[in-house]
């Protein structure tokens, strides 16, 4: 009797162990530990270099029947909007000269009147997910460069996705 409840305790902290327990989410998914596949390590001090055209989605990061709906470009910085004609997914890319000067703006990014969860992609990042509407926000920075992928309509994990999808063009 003592064994089999050894071996039920055991598996309930096994069990525990491996799916976690949440802070916010949607189906009880903690977001600070996402399922994304870990990018490489990129030395936190290091200027990205590239340019904000090179990170950002394009059409054929897409399925048939989006559409480039407004672009927006200047040397350091990149907006483009895509459409379905229900969904939308806005992705604005910021390079900056110095890391201090992103990590100002990503504080200033952060909403003082809305709540917010962490998550894996940059160095530092948060998920936002607007009350009154079908709106979320993924803002991140990973060194000098801050992204903001803001969609409409589409789910939080497919947003976080879309986020990835930027942090890992970081890295190529």
Known sequence: MKKMMLITLLSLIIIIS?????????AGKDFSEDIFFPLP???P?????????????SLNDF???W??????????????????GTQ??????????????????????????LSFDTVSQGNEGIVIAYPTKPIYRVVFR????????????????????????VDERIFQ
């Open 142 to 165: 990973r060194n000098n460069v801050l992204v903001l992928v803001t969609t409409t309509s589409i789910s939080l994990s497919e947003t976080l996705e879309w986020a990835q999808i």
């Open 88 to 113: 939308t997914i806005q992705v604005k890319i910021n390079v900056f000269p110095t890391i201090e000067e992103t990590m100002g703006h990503y504080s200033s990014a952060i909403p003082d009147n």
């Open 45 to 57: 001090t290091t200027t990205i270099t590239k340019s904000a055209k090179e990170m950002t989605l």
């Open 18 to 26: 491996f799916t976690g327990c949440s802070n916010l989410g949607e």
């Open 67 to 84: 559409q480039l709906e407004k672009r927006g470009l200047t040397g350091v910085s990149n907006r483009r909007e895509f459409t379905n």
């Open 63 to 65: 399925p048939l029947g």
């Open 41 to 43: 390590a990129l030395d």
